[in-house]
T-cell receptor
């Protein structure tokens, strides 16, 4: 079945790197996404990766995709307090996005 | 407007009442989606509209839920005879392609 799994919580110190992991089930997914949700706000697309790529870097964000293991990760370098939020991994199957339950990132000053 | 807007931002209703939630997508976006975000349940797909095609209703949890999209733009999600388990944040998104869905801020529905 369709299922995207993420750990629920991550706590890091300001300035350290954060790594948020996700596993997905459908190898035919064409795109995989990372969304950020700040308290009381909607979802903001952070980045996405096409399934034929294995890495994408965008400023402090690095996305790694291991298609063999169906594993996706988001690395945030030099994590700041403003990065505190819930991060959702999502895959696209046909049309609607299938989301994980989100990882709550807490940044300790 | 620059982004997807939703109204109301908050809605409190009594069990058994009907509610309507509105979504204004980004102008020109042909696709519109409704999702539900429940505490501890993550985001759940409800319904999808693409242009003039018949909507994909496969995610609607019961026949109390329905949605319309008039003129290929504004959409209304209607929940009839609300139940307490309908309490959630209802998120709308629109897109012009498959790469990116832009989300609105959501409507927080509380059923007492």
């Amino acid at each position: 079945g369709e299922d995207v799994e993420q750990s629920l919580f991550l706590s890091v110190r300001e300035g350290d790197s954060s790594v948020i992991n996700c596993t997905y089930t459908d190898s035919s997914s064409t795109y995989l996404y990372w969304y950020k949700q700040e308290p009381g706000a909607g979802l903001q697309l952070l980045t996405y990766i096409f399934s034929n790529m294995d890495m994408k870097q965008d400023q402090r964000l690095t996305v790694l995709l291991n298609k063999k293991d169906k594993h996706l990760s988001l690395r945030i370098a030099d994590t700041q307090t403003g990065d505190s939020a819930i991060y959702f991994c999502a895959e696209i199957l046909n049309t609607p996005l299938v989301f994980g339950k989100g990882t709550r990132l807490s940044v300790i000053a | 407007g620059a982004g997807v807007s939703q109204s109301p931002s908050n809605k409190v209703t009594e069990k058994g009442k009907d509610v309507e939630l509105r979504c204004d997508p980004i102008s020109g976006h042909t696709a519109l989606y409704w999702y539900r975000q429940s505490l501890g349940q993550g985001l759940e797909f409800l319904i999808y509209f693409q242009g003039n095609s018949a909507p994909d209703k496969s995610g609607l949890p019961s026949d109390r839920f329905s949605a319309e999209r008039t003129g290929g733009s504004v959409s209304t999600l209607t929940i009839q005879r609300t139940q307490q388990e309908d309490s959630a944040v209802y998120l709308c998104a629109s897109s012009s392609g498959v790469n990116e869905q832009f989300f609105g801020p959501g409507t927080r529905l509380t059923v007492l």
